[in-house]
């Protein structure tokens, strides 16, 4: 499943929320997480989203003379 829409939501401290709405549907869905959770979502998150905005340049041996 493809979300149209994903967002995270704190309605108060120490609860976290993420709401998302499937392709071709108009329902909104929010699923409480605990703050385990949350702290795996956002660090595994932020490390894959990191790996993917580097673009590497290769590395070329030239001699100095």
Known sequence: MLA???YLTTPEDDRY???FQAF???ELI?????PDQMR???SD???LM???SFHRVPITQTEIA
């Open 4 to 6: 149209k829409l994903a």
């Open 17 to 19: 929320v993420l709401n």
């Open 24 to 26: 071709g549907s108009e």
């Open 30 to 34: 929010s699923i409480e997480v605990g």
């Open 40 to 42: 795996n979502i956002l």
């Open 45 to 47: 998150g932020v490390s």
């Open 50 to 52: 990191l790996r993917q």
